[in-house]
T-cell receptor, first 117, second 113 residues
Framework: DSGVTQTPKHLITATGQRVTLRCSPRSGDLSVYWYQQSLDQGLQFLIQ???????AKGNILERFSAQQFPDLHSELNLSSLELGDSALYFCASSQTDRGLREGEKLFFGSGTQLSVL | AQKVTQAQTEISVVEKEDVTLDCVYE???????LFWYKQPPSGELVFLIRRNSFDEQNEISGRYSWNFQKSTSSFNFTITASQVVDSAVYFC??????????FGSGTKLNVKP
């Protein structure tokens, strides 16, 4: 168990809807990262938060947004959902904000499987 | 319980050396998939390989090779003639029957010139 908790495990919704994915980082970790994975391929980096502030942005669509709350949990909001948004969404956490450039190791949750019908 | 263990937190080698990254997993599922990913500084996790539990054939792709042994629940990754560009964090992961992923804690590889 990595200590990173993602809920829900599975989510089925319809096109045009809005969903919220939740992530609780490991105890003591201040950074939270969101990733999207399609079809057992690589994980595309979406966004990073550190201690409540946005720290880095990847290929995140404008229909998607995220935030990190004072208790350090994070939520990824996906709106106006399209069929192509169906994917596995991962959350990861790390202790500092040194970031991916310095090869900081991340601890991954088990993912939320989103199915858009 | 499902678990992936990458016991090597960090490895440093000199360019051109061979290096093996260890991955040991635990699962009671009979059907599962094993993955290796590379995390470069850009942030994404680059997919390297996927192996299903019924396919124990080792695989070689260029300088990369993977040794899957169900008897020891291991799926080790070897880089031959390492290069500086191989420096990254590498993750091993297991996907179970319910499409749930379990990641190892990652091994940071430093390849020095």
């Amino acid at each position: 168990d990595s200590g990173v908790t993602q809920t829900p495990k599975h989510l089925i919704t319809a096109t045009g809807q809005r969903v919220t994915l939740r992530c609780s980082p490991r105890s003591g970790d201040l950074s939270v990262y969101w990733y999207q994975q399609s079809l057992d391929q690589g994980l595309q980096f979406l966004i990073q938060y550190y201690n409540g502030e946005e720290r880095a942005k990847g290929n995140i669509l404008e229909r998607f947004s995220a935030q990190q709350f004072p208790d350090l949990h994070s939520e990824l909001n996906l709106s106006s959902l399209e069929l192509g948004d169906s994917a596995l969404y991962f959350c990861a956490s790390s202790q500092t904000d040194r970031g991916l450039r310095e090869g900081e190791k991340l601890f991954f949750g088990s993912g939320t499987q989103l199915s858009v019908l | 319980a499902q678990k992936v263990t990458q016991a090597q937190t960090e490895i440093s080698v000199v360019e051109k050396e061979d290096v093996t990254l260890d991955c040991v997993y635990e699962t009671r599922d009979t059907t599962y998939y094993l993955f290796w990913y590379k995390q470069p500084p850009s942030g994404e996790l680059v997919f390297l390989i996927r192996r299903n539990s019924f396919d124990e054939q080792n695989e070689i792709s260029g300088r990369y090779s993977w040794n899957f042994q169900k008897s020891t629940s291991s799926f080790n990754f070897t880089i031959t003639a390492s290069q500086v560009v191989d420096s990254a964090v590498y993750f091993c992961a297991l996907k179970n029957n319910f499409n749930k992923f379990y990641f190892g804690s990652g091994t940071k590889l430093n390849v020095k010139p």
